[in-house]
């Protein structure tokens, strides 16, 4: 089983629709993140979360909820979706005891598709 | 802010050839610089990383030299496989951003018997 598992791994929806995307990990790391890639724009961080009660914003954050529920779950919301926001989306978690220099885990992403 | 700059894909190869992903970055202070691996339908995976000038990253035959002169971190392989076909990105994490990790944009790889 994946350390870092996203559900759904697929979602086509509506604009306007709310959209839940959900990560869980069994890596018991404090820090994890959610990241956004778009064709020929790489990887941009969306938010982020040091623990159970730190959450900060990326730096593209407009449009966009997270709540971490505990230190293994970190879900992203869309409140209401727009075109804009199809991408596949990335859940990652890091380890600041590790090395200390960002080794980044990611899961499998989920894509998303707002028609 | 901090930037990393790849070279554009797609890069195509025919297997057993050397292989150059030139990547530059700006940033301040003392970065960390990464090599990520991104194959067919599945997240991100680190390659390789350097955290100080001089070092050298190396994983399954890849290297990267962190070149602070020229604030650069190229990747290269001496003989890519098939198997190498992937997304590959250049990353960086500056002091004081706490694993928050700036990419580039990509370069994808495509190896060919």
């Known amino acids: 089983d994946a350390d870092v598992t996203q559900t759904p791994r697929n979602r086509i929806t509506k604009t306007g629709k709310r959209i839940m995307l959900e990560c869980s990990q069994t890596?018991?790391?404090?820090?994890m993140y959610w990241y956004r890639q778009d064709p020929g724009l790489g990887l941009r961080l969306i938010y982020y979360?040091?623990?159970?009660?730190?959450?900060n914003k990326g730096e593209i954050s407009d449009g966009y909820s997270v709540s971490r529920q505990a230190q293994a779950k970190f879900s992203l919301s869309l409140e209401s979706a727009i075109p804009n926001q199809t991408a596949l989306y990335f859940c990652a978690t890091s380890d600041p005891r590790t090395g200390g220099s960002g080794e980044l885990f990611f899961g499998e992403g989920s894509r998303l598709t707002v028609l | 802010g901090n930037s990393v700059t790849q070279m554009e894909g797609p890069v195509t190869l025919s297997e057993e050839a050397f292989l150059t992903i030139n990547c530059t970055y700006t940033a301040t202070g003392y970065p960390s610089l990464f090599w990520y691996v991104q194959y067919p339908g599945e997240g991100l995976q680190l390659l390789l990383k350097?955290?100080?000038?001089?070092d050298k990253g190396s994983n399954k035959g890849f290297e990267a030299t962190y070149r602070k002169e020229t604030t650069s971190f190229h990747l290269e392989k001496g003989s890519v496989q098939v198997s190498d076909s992937a997304v590959y990105f250049c990353a960086l994490s500056s002091s004081g951003t706490a694993s928050k990790l700036t990419f580039g944009t990509g370069t994808r790889l495509q190896v060919t018997l």
């Open positions: 890596k018991g790391h404090d820090r």
């Open positions: 350097a955290t100080k000038a001089d």
């Open positions: 979360s040091f623990d159970v009660k730190d959450i």
